[in-house]
């Protein structure tokens, strides 16, 4: 087998599948490194796929137990079946992975199946699962090999007890009495699952709000909602400690600002405290530049510090750890390579988090214009006012919208809303156009539908909703 290449990735994750894709699409000669037993990374395997699975699964048999009656719908003898809603969830991923290999051959990307080690800026060696070596050239590396999570001091994760996403995924039965250590996405998502299906959910949050980078307005409205829900919340609170005694864990933590201390027994503990670059340091023995974080530095073009070897995704220093940022950034460096001009727009990156309801944002923060003193002007619109969303029982969350004082131009929008993460598609494209809130106010919205607050809140920015 003829083992050279134009372009090899290395790893096969959201960033990884598409850069290679991408570049067969183009003409160069591909192959495609992935350790796992199946392609699609962390997302399609152990994160982003079944947990939206569970998020789905949990919500449905939430509101057949809870809210169906209210809606004439009357059904009896609702049980959980677990077992089955996991086989569901697994069906989707292995359906999903599937069609990830069928990209591979439709596109005639070699899949070299083992772990790759980058030996110089033109070969790599891939061992699998027999410990044979065999070793691949290439013009060009694309690394793309994501992230894992991330523990705190002196918390060994076991993935039985004290467990991380993967671990909080695959769980026989809920647990009675769940702790869950991070106020973020991951952690918020899985709180909500298991919420749903029964357990007892207290999340501990190191500072005095949930949702770190979002909008304050969003956090303090959505820590309402989820309160609401039954979901338990220690904000300002440090884990100090997790021990496990039998079949039980004992979480301590500690206020941040009383300095009181408090202790919790419960059947899982879920570390949920973020996640770090994926890529051994070996790579620093052949020059390619880390910075502190141990994020691969990069320049505009995705090159790293030795030319012809690339990177994307979780281990570079742009942008956030987010799936489709990795499969814009593949897109724009097989591009690159191929001598077209790919480029990622950094400030228009949509972010979501898919509980009930979901939140959404893109650009920027009021918080973020009060840190760089730019003048601005907010228009927000309660759903309580939308009609679609009032007949669904959906009245919770408002949209927000921020746009830059002189010019009108949209800089930010948040969302909570059912539909939060489809809405804000709509935003995305507006500001990446360069879109005012008058562009978006005098755009016609179909009625009747989540989408008119968007609408109501672009014309609040000048004052003058309609309907609030």
Known sequence: MDNNFDVIVVGAG??????????????????CVESRKTLGGTCLNVGCIPSKSLLNASEMYHKAQKEFKNLGIEAKDIKLNLSRMMTNKNKSVLTLTKGVEFLFKKNKILHLKGKGSILDKSTIEVTDDLKKKTTYKAKNIIIATGSVTTSLPGIKIDEKIIVSSTGALTFDTPPKNLIVIGGGYIGLELSSVWQRLGSNVTVIEYLDHIIPGMDKDISSEFLKILNKQGINFKLDTKVTGVSVLKDKAVVDFTNNKTAKKERIECDKVLVAAGRKSNVSDDITKIGVKQNKQKKIQVNEKFETS?????????????????????????????????GQAGHVNYNVIPSVIYTSPEVAMVGKTEEDLKRENIKYKVGKFPFLANSRAKVNNEPEGFVKVIAEAKTDKVLGVSIISSLAGTMIAELALAMEFGASAEDIARTCHAHPTHSEAVKEAAMAVDKRPIHF
Do not use: C, F, W
Request: aromatic residues 4%; glycine residues 12%.
């Open 14 to 31: 959201p960033g990884g599948y598409v850069a290679a894709i991408r570049s067969a699409q183009l003409g160069l000669k591909t192959a």
């Open 306 to 338: 030795i030319k012809n070897i690339y990177a994307i995704g979780d281990v570079i220093d742009k942008g956030p750890m987010l799936a489709h940022k990795a499969e814009d950034e593949g897109i724009a460096v097989a591009e690159i390579i191929a």
